[in-house]
């Protein structure tokens, strides 16, 4: 089963930007002057689209002010703790606002940002090591 997480953007321009910076790429089969594919995983995409396209999806619901509220919250896994602050960094300096500092929780780290557009992100690294086994 595959993922694919569709998210509005004001500027699909500069977000296709501003997560490339971050190292993400894009499927060309499924971009145009609407919408692109962001490529997360093997299984898993994000597709940044134009609010106004977006408006159009099945749902009449408004798109939610990111400002007052959240509408969904990602999290993307990384190999390395380092990673995670090394990618949270690198979006904060493409324009993105910082939630804070790192935060550690038994074997997992995570930090998190809002991406231009408000939207929620963390990346997350788990040390399965420090994990304890059943057995």
């Known amino acids: 089963m595959k993922t694919f997480i569709n998210l509005p953007v004001?500027?699909?321009a500069?977000?296709?930007e501003f997560f490339?910076?971050?190292?993400?790429?894009?499927d060309k089969q499924f971009t145009d002057?609407?919408?692109?594919?962001?490529?997360?995983?093997?299984?898993?995409?994000?597709?940044?689209?134009?609010?106004?396209?977006?408006?159009?999806f099945i749902t009449p619901a408004r798109i939610p002010d990111t400002d007052e509220s959240r509408e969904v919250l990602i999290g993307l896994?990384?190999?390395?703790?380092?990673?995670?602050?090394?990618?949270?960094?690198?979006?904060?300096?493409?324009?993105?606002?910082?939630?804070g500092e790192g935060i550690a929780d038994g074997p997992m780290y995570m930090r998190g940002f809002r991406d231009l557009?408000?939207?929620?992100?963390?990346?997350?690294?788990m040390d399965m090591s420090a994990i304890p086994t059943e057995g």
Do not use: C, P
Request: proline share 0%; hydrophobic share 40%.
């Open 10 to 12: 004001k500027d699909l």
């Open 77 to 99: 896994s990384v190999d390395h703790r380092d990673e995670v602050d090394d990618l949270t960094d690198r979006a904060v300096s493409a324009g993105a606002r910082s939630l």
């Open 33 to 56: 002057e609407n919408a692109t594919m962001m490529v997360v995983g093997e299984d898993a995409a994000v597709m940044l689209a134009t609010e106004r396209f977006f408006e159009g």
């Open 20 to 26: 490339q910076l971050l190292g993400f790429h894009f």
């Open 117 to 125: 557009d408000g939207h929620q992100w963390s990346f997350i690294h």
């Open 14 to 16: 500069r977000s296709t």
